[in-house]
């Protein structure tokens, strides 16, 4: 009998940030650096500007927030599309908080997704609604996090 179905991921990712002396010192290394996955665009990355990083860049932690709300999006989307449920519009106010530990760790504690939904006239707003929740289930990025990610959803019938 045949394993679960796999898919692989790679990314290549080059410290920028040796400024001449690298880390000799805490204050004066960059955190610049960049992702490389094969045929898409680079992300020019560095650390939060809380951590000594460059605003202009996205940091892991902007990502790590994207990554759940467009899997949950594209999730839901789906879930629609099966549905026979006509989406129209669909943005997303998220955010996320970080906690940090004396010992300098931390992580994320929770993540809220504010996911507003746009469906066609005639539609059944309240099963669109309730697909947030399978949707969730189903989001890989979300099953792969250990902190509670919460949803507060709007629909609207056009």
């Known amino acids: 009998m045949a394993g679960p179905k796999q898919h692989t991921y790679s990314a290549d990712l080059t410290w920028e940030g040796n400024h001449g002396t690298g880390t000799a010192e805490y204050a004066t290394y960059g955190r610049e650096h960049r992702i490389a996955?094969?045929?898409?665009?680079?992300?020019?990355?560095?650390?939060d500007p809380a951590f000594r990083g460059d605003q202009?860049?996205?940091?892991?932690?902007?990502l790590l927030l994207a990554a759940v709300a467009s899997c949950h999006m594209l999730?839901?989307?789906?879930?629609?599309?099966?549905?026979?449920i006509a989406v129209t519009r669909y943005s997303d106010s998220a955010s996320g908080t970080l906690a940090l530990r004396p010992d300098g760790g931390g992580g994320f504690t929770e993540v809220t997704l504010r996911p507003r939904v746009t469906i066609a006239k005639g539609g059944d707003a309240a099963a669109a609604l309730a697909l947030h929740d399978r949707a969730h289930a189903l989001c890989f990025i979300a099953n792969s996090c250990s902190f509670p990610i919460r949803h507060q959803a709007q629909v609207d019938v056009e």
């Open 75 to 84: 999730s839901y989307l789906a879930l629609c599309a099966r549905q026979r």
């Open 37 to 47: 996955i094969a045929g898409k665009p680079d992300l020019a990355v560095s650390a």
């Open 56 to 62: 202009a860049r996205h940091n892991p932690e902007d």
